[in-house]
């Protein structure tokens, strides 16, 4: 068995005595694409603050690769070790171009310095051609990120989490507002992505989950209801209680 | 490296105003100096100090547009840094006084006599020596903005916050400097200056030389803005400007990408006001006025806020416009910079340079559609 990649142990999260999460613990191995449901409040977004340092947990452990405990470190920190995150709502720098874009995120040295005096290299500017071409903007690279359209934001963020280059990548619901096609695209998107990284999506669109085909953790008020494939976790009765039921 | 750092970052419009700026600083001298006073040509001294003046608050105006312009950080208190550049020359200048001065002390300038100081405080020590004044020039305003920059930044405030506390920053400078026992001169300042490096200070041509040196840093302060904000490290700062939280899930360090051009930007204000002070004559605690820096972001926003170019022209026209008005109807003065902030902020977001590029564009677009139209006109009447 290998270790896992990431290791949530019994964490617990509140504001102002409302539980966000609640003694949650998640494993995810290397290379794993998961899917996390649950209904509003659930604590899904918490759980994504507290991996990537945004908030920190009142009890419990998030150990990366074995031995770096996350909870320690700040953002900045976290994402250098490996870990993106994708927001809900798509999140690009909307001044400047798609290519511009995907250069500040490409995985350089990130001090002041280093940003004063770099100069593309070849091998970069070949990255972002290949990121170009995953994420279907090459004939919009000198197009302003605001002028993209709600899905090619999204992948265009998605594009700058992989020129980041990391070992896990947590993704807020990515095809909201998406239409269908769309939708297939992005799914196809995220499985080509795993395999090398590790995916962890939250994601409410039933019809995108099935479409992933992957293992699926079920959260409620903060803690795991039920895991295993989405056909097993439709058929919990406690699943379709709180949520799929409704 | 650093002269392809420094050259990269020029465009046309760095190549417009360096020119104009390399003009000025022989014209000026020369029309001043050698054109006799006869000659319509001939400018007087009064105009010289005036248009150093300017220059002045546009290497001001730009130091603030770096970090608001480009880095989103609305400083309220930029003239803070402006008037400790001006201190720190104005005490060497008092130094120069030595014993010229009303009581005729060697060691202490006038106000210390006055007050029964019997030796000089151990700050005022070193500032007899030109390179030392030159070097706290920079490194008092830039210590300073590392401090508070350090603490505000890594405290994450921002927004209408930061503005509050850097307002309230040059607030509390103003109510210290006032304070006779501070031994800045008090509510009067540092004035009644002799000589900057051994010239006389009302000499024409030493404030012909002033006016050169102002022009010069201006150029340099251009130069290295434009390269700053060019660079990839400029880049990261439009991207903390527009959406601070994705740069740091990108691995990037927020709070010292902030606090570099914060630093670098108190130390291009603190020059200004180093050159504001031998031009204008005296150094007081009113330039730390809310009042002051306020004007220098109003300054900004006509120009053009985020593009460097607009924070010069910005403050250039501007404070020519506040001459002008001061000397012809002084009582409106306020009503009109009120005004103008108002009517830039409602119509003219972009500034003066924005709305010069929404024009080119616009018209740019007439004219492709004119084309266009005449095109789809003559296929009509093909056959």
Known sequence: MTDP?????????????FKALNNLSLMI???????IIGPNGAGKTTMMDVITGKTRPDHGTVMFEGNTDLTKLKESTIANLGIGRKFQRPTVFEHHTVLDNLELALKNPRGVFSGLFYKVSEEDRKRIEELLDITKLSPKRDVVAGGLAHGEKQWLEIGMLLAQDPKLLLVDEPVAGMTDAETEQTAHLLRAISGKHSVIVVEHDMVFVRELGVKVTVLHEGSMLAEGSLDTVSANQQVIDVYLGR | MLTRFLLAGLDTKAWVLLSVLAVLAVAVPFMALAVPPTSPWS???????????????????LSLDLVWGYCGILSLGHGAFFALGGYAMGMYLMRQ??????????????????LNWKELPWYWHGFDMFPFAALMVVLIPGVLAFAFGWFA????????????ITQAMTFALLLAFFRNDMGFGGNNGLTDFKEILGYDIQAPATRAGLFVATVVALAIGYILASAVVSSKYGKVLVAVR?????????????EKVKLFAWTLSACMAGVAGALYVPQVGIINPSEFSPAASIEAVIWVAVGGRGTLAGAVLGAVIVNYGKTWFTGVLPEVWL????????????FLPKGILGLA???????????SRAAAGSNAAKEATAP
Request: hydrophobic share 50%; aromatic share 14%; net charge neutral.
């Open chain 2, 153 to 164: 930044f890594r405290s994450r405030v921002t927004g209408v916050y930061l503005s509050i």
């Open chain 2, 97 to 114: 006084i030595g014993s010229r001065g009303v009581y005729g002390n060697a060691e202490l300038p006038d106000f210390m006599v006055f």
């Open chain 1, 29 to 35: 191995d290397p290379g794993e694409l998961r899917a």
């Open chain 1, 5 to 17: 990649l990431l290791y949530l142990d019994g964490v617990s999260v509140s504001f102002d005595g």
């Open chain 2, 335 to 346: 009503f009109a910079l009120g005004g103008l902030f108002v009517l830039v902020t409602l």
């Open chain 2, 43 to 61: 400018l007087s001294m009064l105009t010289v100090t005036l248009l150093g003046k300017y220059f002045c608050y546009a290497l001001l105006a």
């Open chain 2, 357 to 367: 590029g929404d024009l080119r564009q616009r018209l740019a677009a007439r004219r």
């Open chain 2, 242 to 254: 527009d959406a601070e939280s994705r740069v740091r899930f990108l691995g990037y360090d927020v």
